[in-house]
T-cell receptor
């Protein structure tokens, strides 16, 4: 199974500042046939289901604000919130969909400092 | 509107069974892979099972293999999770999710149904 490890477990950022979350996979999730990284990011607010933010490591889902961006390839990935808003307080999860089981990271809780 | 609505959760004794359902609407259900994801109280997300569009391929996480079975009825636009031999560690909110056509990320989620064992 591919193990997904996020860091940090939590972070507190001032409004308008940058938040950066890292995600590392135990093996590459880059699919050679299409050169795409099968890595997604989700946002989950309290009491709500997860919401897809980013797929293929760096492609924003329709309707997601452009302050959210994803980067990385192979085994190392980053989710960046360029200017944190109050609405961004949530837990963020990375997930590999390269193969089954489609494992998630443990989550990173983002709060306002 | 694209929508997924789960039902069937509840309180069950260890060793008991439950069948979760997920009603899909607003899209052509039969053309999408579908997934169940669960979340234990205060914990992270865990992928539980995925099924191909026509039901010919099914995948389950090791911890539920032999106890849970994912299935679907495309004529009824419905996804199911049959859960047998339930354990305390199966206590969770169970989400139904649609797999995006481009790959295994999940682009539509239901609100979830709670299972307590």
């Amino acid at each position: 199974d591919i193990v997904m490890t996020q860091s940090p477990d939590s972070l507190a950022v001032s409004l308008g500042e940058r938040a950066t979350i890292n995600c590392k996979s135990s093996q590459s999730v880059l699919y050679s046939s299409d050169n795409k990284n099968y890595l997604a990011w989700y946002q989950q607010k309290p009491g709500q289901p997860p919401k897809l933010l980013i797929y293929w490591a760096s492609t924003r889902e329709s309707g997601v604000p452009d302050r959210f961006s994803g980067s990385g390839s192979g085994t190392d990935f980053t989710l960046t919130i360029s200017s944190l808003q109050a609405a961004d307080v949530a837990v963020y999860y990375c997930q590999q969909n390269y193969n089954t089981p489609k494992t998630f990271g443990q989550g990173t809780k983002v709060e306002i400092k | 509107e694209v929508q997924l609505v789960e039902s069937g959760g509840g309180l069950v004794q260890p060793g008991g069974s439950l069948r979760l359902s997920c009603a899909a609407s607003g899209f052509t259900f039969s053309t999408y892979w579908m997934t169940w994801v669960r979340q234990a109280p205060g914990k992270g997300l865990e992928w539980a099972a995925t099924i191909k569009e026509d039901g010919s391929e099914k995948y389950h996480v090791d911890s539920v293999k032999g106890r849970f079975t994912i299935s679907r009825d495309n004529a009824k636009n419905s996804l199911y999770l049959q859960m047998n031999s339930l354990r305390a560690e199966d206590t969770a909110v169970y989400y139904c999710a649609r797999d995006a056509m481009r790959g295994g990320d999940m682009d539509v989620w239901g609100k979830g149904t709670t299972v307590s064992v």
